[in-house]
C-alpha cells in the first residue's frame, strides 16, 4: 500500500496540558507502518514535543523559520535553531502568514534555502484565495508560487521538498474543495514540480478543513499523498481516526 503523511498543524491552539494529554495517547497508537505522521508545532513546545514523541514515524517540525541565517533579528528563529533541536521539518508559506503577515515568496524562498542548508525539511504550503478561485485563476496562482519560492534553488538540493496544496478559502471554513477539484490541483503542482525539478518525486498532500469524516474520500485520490490537517489534528483521536482512513 502506498505510504500517505498525516500531518497536523497545531497553528497558536494548543497548550502544555492539551499537548500533555495529546503525547500520552498518541504513544499508544496501533502500528501503522503505511502512514508517515508529522506535527508542525509552536516554538515554545517544540522542543518538548522533539523529546517526548517516538520519531520513528512521526516527524516533529516547526510552523515558521526566519528568513535570515543568523545575527540580530530579536523575536526570530533561525533553521540553525531548529536544527539545534533536533525539528526535521518546518512550514514555510502558510496562507496565514501570507495574508496576514505579508510573507512574500522571495522571503519564503529565503525561508527554503536557509532550512535545505541545515537538512530540514521544507514543507511549503501553496493555494488560492477565494477571489482567485472564483476567477478561475488557480492554476496560474499556484504555479506562480512554485516558480517564486523555487526560483534559484538547486533540483538535487529540492529533492527533500514536500509541498501542501491548501486552497486558502478551505482552511477552518468547513469547505474542502471536491475531489475533483483536489485531484486536478494536486496533478498540476506535480506537473508544475515535475517542470521546475526534473525527475523528481516530491509529495504533495492537501490540507483545507479534513476531518474524520471526509478524509477517506479525500486520501483515496491516488495523486494526494497525504493530508495536512488543521483543527482536526488538535484532538488526538480525531486525528488518529483520519490516519485510519488510509487503511480503510
Ligand atoms: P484546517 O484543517 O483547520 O482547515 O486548517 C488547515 C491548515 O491550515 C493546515 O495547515
Redesign the pocket.
Known amino acids: 500500500m502506498k505510504k500517505k503523511y498525516i500531518f497536523g498543524?497545531w497553528?497558536m491552539s494548543v497548550d502544555s496540558a492539551l499537548i500533555h494529554g495529546f503525547v500520552a495517547k498518541f504513544a499508544q497508537r496501533r502500528d501503522l507502518p503505511n502512514i508517515e505522521f508529522g506535527l508542525a508545532v509552536p516554538f515554545v513546545y517544540l522542543d518538548n514535543v522533539v523529546c517526548s514523541i517516538d520519531s520513528s514515524n512521526c516527524l516533529i517540525g516547526a510552523q515558521n523559520v526566519c528568513e535570515y541565517q543568523k545575527g540580530a533579528y530579536t523575536g526570530e528563529i533561525s533553521a540553525e535553531m531548529l536544527a539545534d533541536i533536533g525539528a526535521k521539518f518546518c512550514?514555510v508559506g502558510?496562507?496565514?502568514r501570507r495574508h496576514i503577515f505579508n510573507e512574500s515568496n522571495l522571503s519564503i524562498n529565503h525561508k527554503i534555502i536557509n532550512l535545505l542548508d541545515k537538512d530540514i525539511i521544507p514543507l511549503l504550503?501553496i493555494g488560492e484565495t477565494l477571489q482567485e478561485y472564483e476567477q478561475c485563476t488557480t492554476k496560474a496562482v499556484l504555479a506562480k508560487q512554485l516558480e517564486e519560492c523555487l526560483q534559484g534553488i538547486d533540483a538535487d538540493k529540492l529533492k527533500r521538498l514536500m509541498v501542501?496544496y491548501?486552497p486558502v478559502w478551505?482552511?477552518?471554513?468547513g469547505k474542502t474543495a471536491t475531489t475533483k477539484e483536489i485531484a486536478d490541483c494536486v496533478d498540476f503542482t506535480k506537473d508544475t514540480l515535475h517542470s521546475i525539478l526534473g525527475d523528481v518525486q516530491i509529495p504533495v498532500l492537501y490540507?483545507?478543513?479534513?476531518n474524520d469524516k471526509n478524509a477517506g474520500e479525500i486520501l483515496s485520490i491516488d495523486v494526494v499523498d497525504g493530508a495536512?490537517?488543521?483543527?482536526?489534528s488538535l484532538d488526538v483521536d480525531k486525528f488518529l481516526a483520519i490516519a485510519d482512513k488510509v487503511l480503510d
Open positions: 498543524n497553528k512550514l502558510h496562507s496565514e504550503c501542501a491548501e478551505a482552511i477552518g471554513t490540507g483545507g478543513s479534513v495536512l490537517i488543521g483543527g482536526a
